[in-house]
């Protein structure tokens, strides 16, 4: 792929739309990170985020998925004299192949090319030579050779919005699909895997065929079907395809023989049609002129769902009741059916491993769609339930062993709208476990809720159980990176953050001081569960009092903890910190709901941080350090005669 890269002054950039704005940040360094992430992409280069360097990387979730044709690293330099050579590779998540994809490598400051120092700023852009489509970009240090901060002010990209319903997509990749005949366990999932590698063997064709049959899930619209059989030389195989929107009403709409008579087996052999609308797609394959067996690698169905539904749950919040691995909740709704997914731990009937979507708001609910873990030899047992109001709920759909392996786009249709804004899936079996009695975790890559929006949906104006609460819907921040850090203050116990790791911080500014009275911690509640957790409080977002330590090993309860403040010294503050230590039956940090009590005093209702991050964390420019002085020969020599003298002797100087 060829380069096009531009080195130069970030001040002087274009006013193109950039795209990357719409995502939300996230980054990871081997050792401390230094910078809010959000200021990756927040539009200013004077703010930046900073870490060790050791393979750190950076990167956008984009809320939707872009056409991209260029893409930009904006880097800070601490001074034009100290040249910070530091390398990079710009890489984007391609959903198809599960995998990040290399764009380009380059540098920050590329003395090949006329780079100028204005601002101590510098870009790196690359124009790409054919537009990419995805919804992620990374940017991973690789090397850094002057200094071990890399300082990163944006990351850019340009392009337009990807209209998925222009583009037609593999419809039967990972659906449900059933067959005639298997031999030698060679299973029809493997038709619809995406591995043209393996492929089902479906044993002698007799004098009817074998067959296999792809449910889509719901009415299609077929522009284009791709048979890729085994693949060998002086072999070919004959079949024909039919359709069926009911499954038992079928009408043939191609045939191999009719199309591409006795010619050697190839890739992709293709079948065209205009606008064919089906579910049911059977391939009935009678001849192969090898053996008497039947095979087939992969079959595509390329075309458009019919339906012009919307999926209400995309990007909205995700709370777990658990998350091993490193997984967040938070992938269910991120739009990729084939990312990264969430890793709910064991589940079994007596205690199930559930994740709940709030919608944000009332909706009318007549479809849901579950992507979950697709292997070809495991299913998952599973029930949905909705609710309205977080507190009565609705079971809408099931899911058993009696619907066979799992399938992507496992679909629900329920016979008449249902009304809610919550959904919550309880996941309780991995048939994994009858092969691997150690692996009884439940996953998914994605949940996908269909309907209207209810127009005469009122969202609580305050917590619905406590009007008093001072901390409802206040701003939090916290290390964590997941957008369920919003969940621990939405007025509703049955909403949560489930973080990947603990312990954890989380804080909530009340945007003015308050006399506090009480802070009740609600959790999630489990047989011998128990937590341990401290509560700060601080004025101005830098110095923190200790207000109270949780240590004993009670199980949690649904009350909660209540903590009465009107005793201690002070109780005036303006931010409260929940410091969450420890969870006792799992690595996870678990929050559900924190409401405060309290009088406003009318004050320190400020902007409490301004200033670049330099400004705020009191980083002098490098030039300004005792590092900028430049080492004499002299004291080189003296460093190294140290050494020497320390560990073998002043004699043994001059064998050096």
């Not at 052999?269 to 391939?283: H, Q």
């Not at 999926?311 to 909740?329: F, Q, Y």
Request: with cysteine; proline share 3%.
């Amino acid at each position: 792929m060829s380069q096009s890269i531009v080195v130069g002054d970030a001040l002087n950039l274009d006013d193109e739309m950039n795209i990357a704005g719409d995502g939300d940040a996230y980054a990871q360094s081997t050792i401390a990170t230094v910078g809010d992430v959000t200021f990756l992409n927040d539009g200013n280069y004077q703010t930046v985020w900073s870490a060790q360097t050791s393979m750190a990387y950076a990167g956008i979730k984009l809320h939707n998925k872009y056409s991209i044709d260029k893409v930009r690293v904006v880097f800070k330099n601490y001074d034009e004299s100290y040249e910070n050579q530091l390398s990079f590779k710009f890489s984007y998540y391609d959903s198809i192949t599960n995998q990040f994809v290399d764009l380009y490598s380059g540098t920050n400051y590329d003395e090949n090319n006329d780079t100028t120092t204005v601002g101590h700023k510098y870009y790196s852009e690359y124009v790409l030579p054919e537009a990419i489509v995805t919804n992620e970009i990374k940017v991973t240090i690789t090397s850094n050779n002057s200094q071990d901060m890399a300082i990163i002010a944006e990351i850019e990209a340009f392009g337009q919005e990807y209209d998925e319903s222009l583009s037609p997509t593999n419809l039967a990749l990972r659906k449900k699909i059933t067959a005639s005949n298997t031999d030698y366990e060679r299973n029809p999932e493997r038709i619809v895997d995406g591995n043209k590698g393996n492929y089902w063997d479906g044993g002698k064709y007799g004098d009817n065929g074998q067959y296999f049959i792809i449910d889509l899930g719901e009415e299609c619209v077929i522009e284009e079907m791709k048979a890729t059989p085994v693949l060998e030389k002086n072999r070919y195989y004959l079949y024909y395809i039919e359709v069926s929107l009911d499954g038992k009403n079928w009408q043939k709409v191609a045939d191999r023989n009719e199309t591409y008579g006795t010619v050697d087996a190839f890739e992709d052999e293709t079948y065209t049609f205009d606008s064919l609308n089906t579910r049911y797609i059977k391939v009935t394959m009678t001849y192969n002129n090898a053996n008497q067996s039947v095979h087939m690698a992969e079959f595509e169905v390329w075309g458009f769902v019919a339906s012009d539904d919307e999926n209400v749950a995309l990007h909205k919040n995700v709370s777990a009741t658990n998350s091993d691995n490193g997984t967040v909740p938070d992938v269910i709704t991120d739009g990729s059916t084939t990312g990264e997914f969430w890793d709910g731990g064991a589940a079994s009937e007596e205690s199930p491993q559930s994740f709940i979507i709030d919608l944000g708001s009332g909706y009318f609910i007549n479809k849901m769609k579950a992507y979950p873990y697709v292997d070809g030899i495991r299913y998952y047992e599973y029930n949905i339930e909705v609710s309205l109001d977080g507190a009565k709920w609705q079971e809408v759909a099931k899911r058993t062993a009696e619907d066979g392996l799992a399938y992507a786009g496992e679909t629900f249709v329920l016979d008449q709208p249902v009304n809610a804004r919550f959904v919550r899936v309880n996941m309780t079996y991995n048939s994994k476990v009858i092969v691997e009695p150690t692996n009884k975790s439940v996953h998914m890559y994605e949940f996908e809720v269909y309907g209207k929006i209810d127009p005469d949906y009122q969202a609580p104006i305050g917590d619905p159980s406590d009007p008093e609460n001072i901390a409802f819907s206040k701003p939090v921040t916290s290390h964590l990176n997941t957008k369920a850090i919003n969940n621990i203050n939405d007025g509703f116990d049955v909403t949560y953050c489930t973080g990947a790791f603990a312990p954890a911080y989380f804080d909530i500014d009340l945007l003015e001081n308050y006399d506090l009275s009480e802070i009740i911690i609600k959790v999630p509640v489990k047989e011998g569960r128990y937590y341990y957790f401290s509560i700060y409080g601080s004025v101005d977002g830098s110095n923190y009092d200790r207000l109270y330590k949780e240590r004993s090993k009670d199980t949690a309860d649904n009350d909660g903890y209540k903590i009465d403040l009107t005793n201690l010294e002070n109780s005036t503050y303006r931010i409260v910190r929940v410091y969450l230590e420890y969870v006792s039956d799992t690595s996870t940090s678990l929050l559900s709901e924190v409401r405060i009590h309290g009088k406003a005093t009318n004050e320190n209702k400020e902007v409490l941080r301004t200033g670049t991050i330099d400004e705020i964390l009191g980083i002098e420019p490098y030039d300004k350090t005792s590092y900028a002085t430049e080492i004499t020969e002299a004291e080189t020599i003296e460093n190294v005669y140290g050494i020497i003298d320390r560990n073998l002797g002043e004699k043994y100087r001059d064998w050096f």
